[in-house]
Nanobody, 123 residues
Framework: QVQLVESGGGLVQAGGSLRLSCAAS????????VRWCRQAPGKERDLVAT??????????NYADSVKGRFTISRDNAKNTVYLQMNSLKPEDTAVYYC??????????????WGQGTQVTVSS
């Protein structure tokens, strides 16, 4: 079973940067699509960024709210996916979760979730 561990969260001032990491225990991590999602207090969990599996070209996609500021990437040799977050805003404050799921065409499994890492951006 895949286990995911997020790290890299913390407290940062507006305009600052953080890099989140999602490390997987599964050696075939490269076959999974990986998503970063976030959940602010009292709100639903929202999709932030996606990177497809290595075999499908590691294509990235972003929520409009983070385009141009966040970058998702993967290092399959290290079984790790990163989320580089620049120009952070107070509204980026949330618990950030990574999710790894196997997709075949447009059909994806529920997959695996990490425990989350807190990101707090002060104004």
């Amino acid at each position: 079973q895949v286990q995911l561990v997020e790290s890299g969260g913390g407290l940062v001032q507006a305009g600052g940067s953080l890099r989140l990491s999602c490390a997987a225990s599964e050696f075939t991590f490269s076959i999974y699509e990986v998503r970063w999602c976030r959940q602010a207090p009292g709100k639903e969990r929202d999709l932030v960024a996606t990177i497809t599996s290595a075999s499908t070209g590691s294509v990235t996609n972003y929520a409009d709210s983070v385009k141009g500021r966040f970058t998702i990437s993967r290092d399959n040799a290290k079984n790790t996916v990163y989320l580089q977050m620049n120009s952070l805003k107070p509204e980026d404050t949330a618990v950030y979760y990574c999710n790894a799921r196997y997709c075949s065409g447009s059909i994806c499994s529920y997959g695996y979730w990490g425990q989350g890492t807190q990101v707090t951006v002060s104004s």
